[in-house]
């Protein structure tokens, strides 16, 4: 167990959800390809899912892998199972909030990723002619860096404004 997490509410929530959802440990390691044995193990903590299989448990139960880690969901912490997916007005309003705060962030993330390399570019002008080979590496691979990381917040708030498009299509 990762030693930051100081406790795991992961057996407690599979077991509750399940439950919730009316489905022996049988009928749940059916849906998500596992046997009996493993939903046992999960459920009394004796072992943890391998990273598929979690995502698979996340998907059916419709809670974040997160949540269902960390969060002690049997509090009334989701209306139902299933509610992260369900399309209700009030779910498809806070899933366009968090589109929103993620596209923000991302538009953040972009405009300081944009200012190093302007503050980099500006730097290098000023020194062109006194920079030592080692660092000129250096400098090579910053640039790489660069277009790497804008590559990839590119395709981040392309996958942004797709899903912006599919929550607005939804909703109408």
Excluded: W
Aim: proline share 2%.
């Amino acid at each position: 167990m990762d030693p930051m997490v100081e406790s795991t509410y992961l057996n407690k929530n599979i077991r509750f959800l399940r439950k919730q959802m009316n489905l022996s440990q049988e009928e749940l390691a059916l849906k998500i390809g596992l046997n009996r044995g493993n939903i046992a193990s999960y459920e009394n903590g004796s072992a943890e899912p391998k990273v598929c299989n979690l995502l698979r448990i996340s998907r059916l139960f419709g809670v974040s892998i997160c949540d269902l880690a960390q969060r002690d969901l049997s509090g009334g912490s989701i209306s139902s199972p299933n509610a992260y997916f369900k399309s209700g007005s009030r779910q498809q309003g806070k899933n366009q909030e968090q589109l929103d705060v993620i596209h923000s962030n991302a538009q953040r993330m972009l405009q300081m990723i944009e200012g190093l390399m302007t503050c980099s570019r500006i730097k290098l002008e000023q020194v062109d002619d006194q920079i030592p080979q080692e660092l000129r590496l250096i400098i090579v691979n910053f640039e790489e860096l660069y277009h790497t990381a804008r590559s990839l917040m590119d395709e981040h708030l392309s996958l942004l404004k797709s899903l912006n498009s599919k929550d607005s299509s939804a909703q109408e």
